[in-house]
């Protein structure tokens, strides 16, 4: 994103910007919000809305699955350091962008109370302007 917004004359882009993303992609566009990682500390302007469609942001999940989530993304040894820096629910802050969240409450991949509903929570809390918007398994998408 710095390299786009560095050269938004050649790209023909504005400064102004959205981002989204989908299940891992939602653990990414979230950190972009944090207060260590996110745009502040490399030099972004702030995005003008988030949104995080069943988004990883906790590893709060204890099972095989996620261990081997884990272990894909942290080396040995420093893994529990890791893990809190790259927990966007444990780094909000009142500067945060104003966010959507949507996720299915049975997700059985990334459970819903741990990750949509709580950074949602945790949003809430710190006066963050944000929508969450929760759906059944079975609803229909295609009409």
Not at 17 to 35: I, M, N, P, Q, R
Not at 43 to 51: A, D, F, H, V
Not at 54 to 66: H, N, R, S, T
Not at 128 to 138: A, C, E, G, I, N
Request: negative net charge; hydrophobic residues 35%; contains cysteine.
């Amino acid at each position: 994103m710095k390299f786009i917004l560095d050269q938004k004359e050649k790209f023909q882009v504005e400064e102004r910007y959205a981002a989204f993303g989908f299940s891992a992609g939602g653990h990414l566009v979230s950190e972009l919000g944090t207060d260590n990682e996110g745009y502040k500390v490399y030099g972004l302007p702030k995005p003008q809305m988030l949104g995080l469609c069943y988004p990883l942001v906790a590893f709060a999940q204890e099972d095989e699955q996620m261990e081997n989530c884990l272990n894909i993304m942290f080396e040995d040894g420093k893994r529990e350091e890791m893990k809190d820096q790259f927990t966007p629910v444990e780094h909000l802050d009142r500067d945060y962008p104003k966010t959507f969240i949507w996720q299915t409450v049975e997700d059985e991949q990334v459970p819903f109370e741990a990750n949509g509903h709580e950074i949602y929570r945790r949003l809430q809390k710190l006066g963050v302007p944000s929508k969450l918007k929760t759906y059944s398994m079975d609803c229909t998408v295609w009409d």
